[in-house]
Nanobody
Framework: QVQLQESGPGLVKPSQTLSLTCTVS??????????WSWIRQPPGKGLEWMGVIVYDGDTYYSPSLKSRTSISWDTSKNQFSLQLSSVTPEDTAVYYC???????????????????WGQGTQVTVSS
């Protein structure tokens, strides 16, 4: 029954910060042992895991994006957010938020064990 919905601007200018919010309904983001992830898919490429915020509030990021990525949450609104700084046209992608089924172990990280997804939102980086 859990549903996830991405929201945020569809167009971001180069060098700016991409900011998206995922609103979760039908379940609490604080429920053990879920994790809450951001994944993206550039055109013509595969899914790229970006990071996760775990049920206890810890965050983990893809090494290739760690320096530019921040995931946070607002538990009072049942939302978690993505900020990706210093964007370039290579950051153009469909961005998804997704739930990790079990973040009590190593399966929390990456694209495995994702059991609920948002529909995705297109973000284009262009001047």
């Amino acid at each position: 029954q859990v549903q996830l919905q991405e929201s945020g601007p569809g167009l971001v200018k180069p060098s700016q910060t991409l900011s998206l919010t995922c609103t979760v309904s039908g379940g609490s983001i604080t429920t053990s042992y879920y994790g809450w992830s951001w994944i993206r898919q550039p055109p013509g490429k595969g899914l790229e895991w970006m990071g996760v915020i775990v049920y206890d509030g810890d965050t983990y990021y893809s090494p290739s994006l760690k320096s530019r990525t921040s995931i946070s949450w607002d538990t009072s609104k049942n939302q978690f957010s993505l900020q990706l700084s210093s964007v370039t046209p290579e950051d153009t992608a469909v961005y998804y938020c997704a739930r990790v089924r079990d973040c009590s172990g190593y399966g929390c990280y990456g694209n495995d064990a994702l059991d609920a997804w948002g529909q995705g939102t297109q973000v284009t980086v262009s001047s």
